[in-house]
């Protein structure tokens, strides 16, 4: 009896097995038509393969490098379209599009704001400004 998946190979024949098991449960009408050795294999088996995909790491997720990431992150986290954020900060749309693109530099008062509406470190904006 296998107790632990220890390659990419013996995850794909566990996950063969798996699709087995729920493809013939489908074919005769749901899973109470399995029996119960096959139900407690079932079970088994998506346990070894639900410990063998924790273990995978993930992809690291690339952290803004400059206060335009930053602020773009912050938009998308806040499904926010940039006019909505500059309304938010209290600032025109213009301004902030000057910002966002480096033509325009951020003063204490956006800064304050960026802080406050959006929660981005006071280091990060100080460091990225």
Do not use: C
């Amino acid at each position: 009896m296998q107790y632990k998946i220890n390659s990419e190979e013996e995850y794909r024949q566990v996950m063969e097995q798996v699709e087995a098991y729920l493809r013939k449960s489908t074919a005769q009408g749901g899973s109470h038509t399995l029996s119960a050795a096959e139900k407690t294999e079932l079970g088994r088996l998506s346990l070894l393969a639900e410990a063998w995909e924790d273990g995978i790491p993930l992809m690291p997720i690339r952290q803004p490098q400059t206060l335009t990431e930053m602020i773009q992150l912050k938009i998308y986290e806040r499904k926010l379209k940039q006019k909505d954020l500059a309304a938010l900060l209290g600032i025109s749309a213009t301004r902030l599009s000057e910002v966002m693109q480096g033509k325009r530099k951020v003063n204490m008062d956006l800064a304050k704001r960026l802080y406050t509406v959006l929660n981005i470190e006071a280091a990060f904006i100080l460091e990225k400004s």
